[in-house]
């Protein structure tokens, strides 16, 4: 027997251990605090330490705007008049711009004459003209994206999407590149430093957008309105970065991090003039990088878990704060640091909330302690009643009496091959722990995918879909399961074998119907369970899977209501207690449906089916394209045993 602890150590264990507790309580409190804070801290740091494109970068830019004063000399307002833009274009290209940008989405036609001659005007352009694209992943209809890249995405074109924080709105950040499965396509600004030559710093430009701050009353670059853009003299425009887009009221306007100290007299900028901002900081090669959106909660964590390890410390409480301030002036320092440097702007607050939070919340670590036995029993009962009914119980909806009603459910039962002989060979601990890993996982993806858990038998677990909240998708619901399941199981044994454990494969049953589902047992313990042929069904097809050699078998029933996913035939089964045959099939995951072999084997059964005499030899062909598949050996051999037809008596489960 081991000597107990002595009191001292107890005592420091059960702080350090409290401490700990307060760690993560503080982290889940700063964690909201920091995301709403960050931001806006962030801006005014920028604003006042972060580099800044310099006056002389961004004179290379100069927008031209299509304000209402513009519109009003036009036949209509939408789209823009497009003989107009050509006019424009032609007009900046011969005062000697330096490169065009339009930032206006061409994704209709409009007159045919105005639309060809500004294509053509952009075409014939000795500057490089950049458009304005798009993707139906922005928000664009089928035939918006069919013409942007007809007209837009063959021409030097870039992304016009600016991207606002999730929190408020502010566009504080450079557009982040599109995913992997679409053909890249730069951001607007990139395209025009690349069209350019003047890419270099555009590898280096991410994070944060450096909106260079102007004097109050002045604009932040030169604008001049479109419509006097032809009496201008031309080396307003000569060598020029010239963006043209709107400066209207209500339109393509974005509130920036520029109104987060002025406030609303900063008022928002014209997206134009965001995209001006970009493209300053792109050619002077300055960035703000940010960290992931995972750093915040690491770096809280770990400023949480230093806290709670300083005040876990002997010492006197005076001693604790001091250090933690000298810890937090360090941070502030390094911060500081960083981003006058143009390093980077790292999380501010949520690290500092949560060192501060950690350090008040070990004086009451009692009343946490008391807070957390508390949650404890609350959660501790959907461990043994299904996640779905502890919800309709807690909203009650689902009252505690016994009785049921008739409900249309989809029943699915699993089974796990081979345990009870398992049990034999391995020690109760290591059997127990190999069985709640199983289950566990099992119950996961049974809550996961909206199942009613039923019950556990051993390593047997049954749940159903429609109730207690209907489900108009239940059977396409229980075959995603089926197949989760079976995917997690296949390697759950995989990995048990490379152990030396030999786990049996586990088998599905899934059957569609009408069920009386509701309390069933005594006054003192009942179940929320299913009684009736479909769930008695259900059960019997689990146990087909052994006649078959299948993992999962489901009913007619089952595979006509989830048409969107591929099954094959298995047969038409006449399972214990029933007379009359039940269509049966195996659901396939997509890599298998449309295999050479599948199409061998759908037309084999189809000639089985109709007792046709190539039945016989149309199996023996697909197997020798998958000379294992249990369902096209088990055929075969019937036929070569002389039996026809798709019907198959089974006498057991």
């Not at 705007?65 to 823009?80: C, K, N, Q, V, W």
């Not at 920036?256 to 901002?277: C, D, E, F």
């Not at 960035?287 to 002997?314: C, E, G, H, N, Q």
Request: proline residues 7%.
């Amino acid at each position: 027997m081991s000597a107990p602890l002595a009191p001292p150590l107890r005592s420091r264990l059960r702080l350090l251990r409290h401490g700990l507790l307060a760690a993560c309580v503080a982290v889940l409190l700063a964690l909201p605090l920091g995301a709403r804070l960050d931001p806006l801290i962030g801006d005014l740091v920028t604003a006042g330490l972060g580099p800044h494109p310099s006056a002389s970068e961004r004179d290379r830019i100069v927008v031209v705007a299509i304000t209402e004063d513009t519109l009003s000399g036009f036949p209509y307002r939408s789209p823009i008049d497009r003989g107009f833009l050509a006019a424009l274009i032609e007009r900046l290209d011969r005062a000697g711009a330096r490169a065009i940008g339009i930032d206006i989405l061409f994704d209709q036609p409009s007159e045919a004459a105005k639309d060809s001659r500004l294509f053509a005007a952009i075409d014939a352009a000795s500057a490089p003209v950049v458009l304005a694209a798009a993707r139906a992943r922005d928000g664009l209809t089928e035939r918006q994206a069919a013409y942007v890249a007809r007209h837009v995405l063959s021409r030097r074109a870039g992304l016009i999407v600016l991207e606002r924080d999730e929190i408020d709105g502010i566009v504080r950040h450079l557009p982040r590149p599109r995913g992997r499965e679409e053909t890249p396509i730069p951001g607007f600004a990139e395209a025009l430093t690349t069209a350019t030559g003047a890419s270099a710093g555009t590898e280096a430009a991410s994070g944060r957008i450096l909106y260079a701050p102007s004097p109050p009353g002045a604009p932040d670059f030169a604008l001049y309105p479109a419509h006097a853009a032809a009496l201008l003299p031309d080396d307003w425009f000569a060598g020029k970065y010239v963006l043209i887009g709107t400066d209207l009221p209500d339109i393509d306007r974005h509130p920036t991090p520029l109104g987060t100290a002025a406030g609303s007299a900063a008022g928002t900028r014209p997206g134009i003039v965001i995209h001006a901002h970009i493209l300053a900081q792109m050619l002077a090669g300055l960035a703000l990088p940010t960290l992931p959106a995972l750093a915040a909660p690491l770096l809280a964590a770990l400023a949480a878990l230093a806290s709670a390890l300083l005040f876990s410390l002997p010492g006197s409480p005076r001693l604790h704060y001091l250090l933690l301030g000298l810890g937090l002036v360090l941070s502030g320092t390094a911060s500081w640091m960083l981003v006058r440097s143009g390093t980077l702007l790292p999380p501010l607050v949520a690290p500092t909330l949560a060192a501060i939070a950690t350090a008040l919340a070990l004086s009451l670590w009692r009343w946490i302690a008391d807070r957390a036995d508390r949650a404890f029993l609350r959660t501790a009962f959907s461990h043994y009643v299904s996640p779905a009914v502890v919800k309709r119980l807690s909203s009650g909806d689902l009252k505690l009496a016994l009785g049921g009603e008739k409900r249309e459910v989809t029943y699915l039962f699993t089974d796990l091959e081979g345990f009870t002989g398992l049990s034999v060979t391995l020690p109760p601990a290591v059997l127990a722990g190999l069985l709640n890993d199983y289950l566990d996982d099992m119950c996961r993806l049974m809550t996961e995918h909206g199942a009613t858990i039923d019950k556990i038998i051993g390593d047997a677990v049954v749940g159903f879909f429609g109730a207690p909240d209907a489900d108009p998708e239940q059977a396409r619901h229980a075959v995603e399961l089926a197949l989760a399941i079976d995917a997690f199981a296949e390697d759950h044994r995989r990995q048990l074998a490379s152990r030396g454990i030999a786990l049996g494969v586990t088998r599905i049953g899934i059957h569609r119907g009408e069920a009386v589902i509701g309390n069933f047992g005594g006054s003192r313990f009942f179940d929320y369970t299913g009684i009736g042929d479909t769930v008695n069904t259900a059960a019997r097809l689990e146990g087909a899977n052994r006649y078959l050699g299948t993992r999962i078998c489901v009913s007619e029933t089952v595979a006509s209501a989830a048409p969107d996913l591929s099954f094959r035939p298995a047969g038409e089964l006449v399972l214990k207690g029933r007379k009359t045959p039940l269509a049966c099939f195996e659901p396939l995951p997509p890599h298998r449906a449309d295999s050479d072999f599948t199409k061998a084997y759908q037309a084999a059964f189809r000639l089985m089916r109709d007792k046709s005499d190539a039945a016989s030899a149309a199996f023996e062909a697909a197997l020798r394209l998958a000379p294992e598949d249990p369902l096209a050996r088990l055929h075969a051999a019937r036929l070569r045993a002389g039996e026809e037809g798709a019907t198959l008596v089974l006498a057991g489960k």
